[in-house]
């Protein structure tokens, strides 16, 4: 985008540059006529106001286009996801505990069905993330799916912040992220990446 605009600031340039040499050297061939040197003036002007005009929506394109890029998410792995650690704990087809520091008691009831997650204080945000949903799915080992799977914040793993995003799911929650027949071989990998983004509930 920003060398299309310098393409065609450079094109503005040279025509403007090339309109006045071509009225010079008619200007020193006589070639003008009266009517045509009176009015040559306003049509610069008119000329400098539209290349004016021009070049300011260049300039605002090119800030745009670097303020969203700038803005952008760094660490985008897909359309809206972005990248996570997810490990798991409690039995391997079990909700990992019940409650959890968020207090919801049986998690393995509805809503939530086992598909839960502690999450690192990224996620937990000092029980203000309780309840928020996320959707991940993975595709860094041989045994996911790649699915995606909806998942509640329901508890806080305080020994997972040693990366910015870490969701430690429950052993139901990280086999659903597997393929069929799968499940054992990817809670066998224990940590692996997976790709995030929030979701409504």
């Not at 990992?96 to 997650?117: E, H, M, Q, R, W």
Request: aromatic share 8%.
């Amino acid at each position: 985008m920003l060398n299309r605009d310098a393409e065609r600031e450079r094109a503005v340039a040279e025509a403007k540059m090339w309109g006045e040499n071509f009225r010079e050297n008619r200007r020193q061939n006589g070639e003008l006529e009266r009517s045509e040197k009176e009015d040559s003036p306003r049509e610069t002007v008119k000329m400098l106001n539209r290349d004016l005009d021009r070049e300011r929506a260049v300039a605002e394109a090119k800030m745009w286009g670097e303020n969203f890029l700038e803005k952008r998410p760094h660490n985008t792995h897909a359309a809206g996801f972005a990248l996570a650690t997810a490990t798991w704990y409690g039995p391997p087809n079990g909700h990992g505990t019940d409650g959890g520091a968020c207090g919801f008691g049986n998690v393995g009831n509805p809503p939530y069905k086992s598909l839960i997650a502690a999450g690192n204080q990224a996620l937990y945000k000092n029980d203000k993330g309780c309840g928020q949903c996320y959707q991940v799915k993975c595709t860094s080992n041989p045994a996911c799916s790649g699915n995606s799977l909806k998942i509640y914040i329901t508890d806080e793993c305080p020994s997972c912040n040693g990366e910015p995003i870490w969701f430690d799911l429950s052993g139901t929650a990280f086999g659903a992220l597997a393929k069929s027949g799968q499940a054992d071989a990817l809670r066998n990998a224990g940590k692996i990446q997976i790709s995030y983004q929030s979701l409504r509930c």
